[in-house]
């Protein structure tokens, strides 16, 4: 069963745009991090394309396809 938390934070208003983003980013990356959604349901629930939150997990240092260079050549059948 899935429930939803309500969290009340009191900001200057002219913060209320960036702060939405970065909470949902921050919870988007979380849950990628724990492997509980995809990188691509991740982009999603954070409202950014793909592309977007790729680049953003790499600014954060965060390996968004977890392959070493052999095994992305072994699975891509490259010598």
């Known amino acids: ?3 939803e938390v309500v969290v009340k934070v009191k900001v200057p208003s002219h ?6 983003r970065e909470v949902k980013l921050a919870y988007a990356v979380d849950l990628f991090l724990r492997g509980i959604v995809s990188v691509e349901r991740a982009a999603e629930l954070a409202g950014m394309s793909l592309y977007d939150f790729l680049v953003e997990l790499r600014r954060r240092r965060i390996q968004a396809y977890p392959y070493s260079d052999e095994e992305l050549r072994e699975e891509l059948g490259i010598e």
Do not use: A, L, T, W
């Not at 913060?15 to 939405?20: K, L, P, R, T």
């Open 1 to 3: 069963m899935s429930r």
């Open 15 to 20: 913060y209320v745009g960036d702060i939405e």
